[in-house]
């Protein structure tokens, strides 16, 4: 055999081999992902009625996806797209039916249905509208699949008179992106979690293919979350007083404890515009008269306008000391505290100067009073 025979031969051989190597490949590469979603609805409602979809995202609480999409001879067939998988409600109403024929305002029909929508076929059932609250399901994806186990779960839990089914579903689901939905949700509001709880999450959920961008969310709010548990001091916020002087809230605390030593203090952030703020202003003012020997309060206001701030609390005076977040402090509460806008929020601060639980409401700091020695 010539030499240059042999060099074509060789070449042919590695040519096979390279063609055999990418073969194997791409047999094993993961299939493309669709870009859009479809679902197909059967629903036991009347010509005329509509349905609509809307999800919930990181920077908005509702996104209309769907609007008024026909449904006829019991179906409807609708399309669109995420960015990632979402939550949100598909809805059905007559509203158009109730315009066209001139009925009463009492003849509008909704239906609401929980879902969490990913890109793909899927497939929605709503069949018994003879219920009080019908609900429809949404199956195709592991993901719907998921959510729909974590429904049932989470109704058990409740009509159980517990919350802990979040807990167990995160450890059977550990690469869900329902468990990584519903831990961003646990890592929601500084100081509501202990630093097992923390370490338990951050051990669990290592991974979530199916979201990428939600784990790496993941990993910034368990990062977070590990400095803000129950038992750690207080995170720092920059405030202003009353006469406009800055200061920080651990200096604010610190003169506090050392002018009432012994005594628990109760943060309430609230803002002139929340009205459950203003509501529960009342309550806590009559807890702080009588545990006066035991509690105090602060109030720190969130609000972004000086002039807001002061007709508020010249409206709603409590005798208590009050403060207002700086432009810092209040962006501090989106990061540091991952509360965002989210008030009335509350944390309940040791005579030694360590969170012990972020009270949902008066109700629950009453409790915790309640359950102290009393002092004579």
């Known amino acids: 055999m010539s030499r240059m025979h042999q060099l074509l031969q060789a070449g042919r051989q590695c040519c096979g081999v390279a ?50 999409v026909e449904i006829a001879g019991g179906h409807f067939v609708m399309n669109g797209k995420v960015d990632k998988p979402c939550q949100g409600t598909l809805m059905t109403n007559n509203l158009k039916l109730v315009e066209q024929n001139g009925w009463p305002v009492d003849s509008i029909r909704w239906t609401y249905s929980e879902v969490f929508v990913t890109n793909g ?39 159980a008179g517990a919350a802990t089914a979040v807990w167990p579903f995160i450890d059977a689901h550990p690469q869900s992106v329902i468990s990584l939905w519903l831990a961003n949700q646990l890592t929601d509001r500084a100081y509501n979690l202990t630093a097992e709880q923390v370490e338990h999450l951050k051990a669990t959920i290592t991974d979530c293919p199916a979201d990428t961008a939600r784990y790496r969310q993941f990993l910034q709010k ?64 009559a807890l702080a008269g009588r545990f006066a020997s035991q509690f105090c309060v602060v109030g720190i206001s969130i609000d972004t306008k000086d002039d807001a701030w002061r007709a508020a609390m010249e409206k709603h005076p409590e005798p208590w000391p009050q403060y207002c977040t700086t432009k810092q402090g209040y962006q501090d509460l989106f990061t540091k505290y991952q509360v965002g806008n989210g008030v009335p929020y509350y944390l309940l601060v040791s005579p030694e100067g360590q969170v012990l639980m972020s009270p949902a409401g008066p109700a629950d700091v009453q409790e915790f009073l309640e359950s102290l020695p009393s002092k004579k």
């Open 121 to 159: 076929d899927l497939t929605f059932t709503l069949t018994d509208t003879n219920v009080p609250e019908p609900k429809g399901l949404l199956t195709g994806t592991q993901v719907q699949a998921d959510y729909n186990e974590w429904l049932v779960a989470a109704i058990a839990d409740t009509t």
């Open 19 to 68: 063609a055999a190597l990418l073969l194997a490949a791409c047999s094993q590469a993961p299939a493309p992902q669709p870009d859009s979603f479809t679902i197909n609805g059967t629903v036991s409602l009347p010509d005329g009625y509509t349905a609509g979809l809307c999800v919930h995202t990181d920077t908005a609480y509702s996104v209309s996806l769907c609007e008024d």
């Open 222 to 285: 368990i990062e977070q979350a590990a400095k803000t548990v129950k038992g750690a001091p207080v995170t720092d916020l920059e405030l202003t007083d009353v006469s406009g002087k800055p200061c920080h809230l651990t200096q604010v605390l610190g003169d506090l404890r050392a002018a009432q030593p012994g005594k628990y203090v109760l943060l309430d952030f609230w803002a002139s515009w929340c009205g459950i703020c203003i509501h529960s202003m009342p309550d806590i003012a």
